[in-house]
């Protein structure tokens, strides 16, 4: 499953290969384990809908969000300003609970040579997050990824997410969310660029 992975995404490579019926009955034992019986009539069909759920959510440890950035960009003939991918959602899970982390990504970046369609940046954010992550890495992911491939002048990244496994359990933190940033070259060297960012970033975000 997870052949073509870079460096930046840790534990990618770790695991063999494991059938859906071991992951089925995997789930069964789960449901066995808080107390219900898997065979019940609501239930029987549970574990097969869990490992058609996880490939889905987890779809993005087989693809290689660099290809993406990779295979599409085109010189910019001289176009030098900012360059903004705002507000796009995602769904992720949380590396130590697998519980949901839903939220927003702004990506921007100040061109040099090369440029991508949005949609492409859009995929970056897909595919980090359909992996069990924590809100810091896939913010740096995404940063770094463009930085890497793009070469461009500067990238500045921000995650604003609420995390399930605080709703949920233990503290009960209900309406927080979590605010993550990664500045990039001239976003964190040149103030007013990012000054420029950031009000984009809070123009219009307010939910
Ligand atoms: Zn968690």
Same mark, same amino acid.
């Given at each position: 499953?997870? !052949?073509? *992975?870079?460096? @930046?995404?840790?534990?990618? /490579?770790?695991?063999?290969?494991?059938?859906?019926?071991? &992951?089925?009955? %995997?789930?069964?034992?789960?449901?066995?384990?808080?107390?219900?019986?898997?065979?019940?009539?609501?239930?029987?069909?549970?574990?097969?809908?869990?490992?058609?759920?996880?490939?889905?959510?987890? /779809?993005?440890?087989?693809?290689?969000?660099?290809?993406?950035?990779?295979?599409?960009?085109?010189?910019?003939?001289?176009?030098?300003? @900012?360059?903004?991918?705002?507000?796009?959602?995602?769904?992720?899970?949380?590396?130590? !609970?697998?519980?949901?982390?839903?939220?927003?990504?702004?990506?921007?970046?100040?061109?040099?040579?090369?440029?991508?369609?949005? /949609?492409?940046?859009?995929?970056?954010?897909? @595919?980090?997050?359909?992996?069990?992550?924590?809100?810091?890495? *896939?913010?740096?992911?995404?940063?770094?990824?463009?930085?890497?491939?793009?070469?461009?002048?500067?990238?500045?990244?921000?995650?604003? %997410?609420?995390?399930?496994?605080?709703?949920?359990?233990?503290?009960?933190?209900?309406?927080?969310?979590?605010?993550?940033?990664?500045? *990039?070259? &001239?976003?964190?060297?040149?103030?007013?660029?990012?000054?420029?960012?950031? /009000? *984009?970033?809070?123009?219009?975000?307010?939910?």
């Amino acid at each position: 499953m997870a !052949h073509k *992975l870079e460096s @930046i995404s840790p534990g990618a /490579s770790a695991g063999g290969v494991v059938s859906n019926a071991e &992951a089925e009955e %995997a789930f069964r034992t789960v449901l066995r384990w808080i107390g219900e019986d898997p065979d019940r009539d609501g239930l029987r069909d549970t574990p097969h809908r869990l490992v058609r759920a996880f490939r889905e959510y987890f /779809s993005g440890y087989e693809e290689d969000p660099a290809q993406v950035l990779r295979k599409t960009f085109s010189e910019v003939d001289g176009y030098d300003e @900012i360059i903004v991918l705002r507000g796009v959602t995602f769904e992720s899970h949380c590396e130590h !609970h697998i519980a949901p982390i839903i939220g927003r990504v702004w990506v921007g970046y100040l061109p040099d040579k090369r440029v991508v369609g949005i /949609s492409k940046l859009a995929r970056v954010v897909e @595919i980090f997050s359909k992996r069990l992550q924590l809100q810091e890495r *896939l913010t740096a992911q995404i940063a770094n990824t463009i930085d890497d491939v793009l070469k461009p002048r500067g990238v500045a990244v921000v995650v604003k %997410a609420a995390h399930h496994c605080m709703i949920s359990r233990g503290i009960h933190k209900r309406g927080s969310d979590l605010v993550t940033s990664r500045m *990039l070259g &001239a976003f964190r060297d040149q103030p007013a660029t990012r000054a420029e960012f950031l /009000s *984009l970033v809070n123009d219009g975000s307010s939910e």
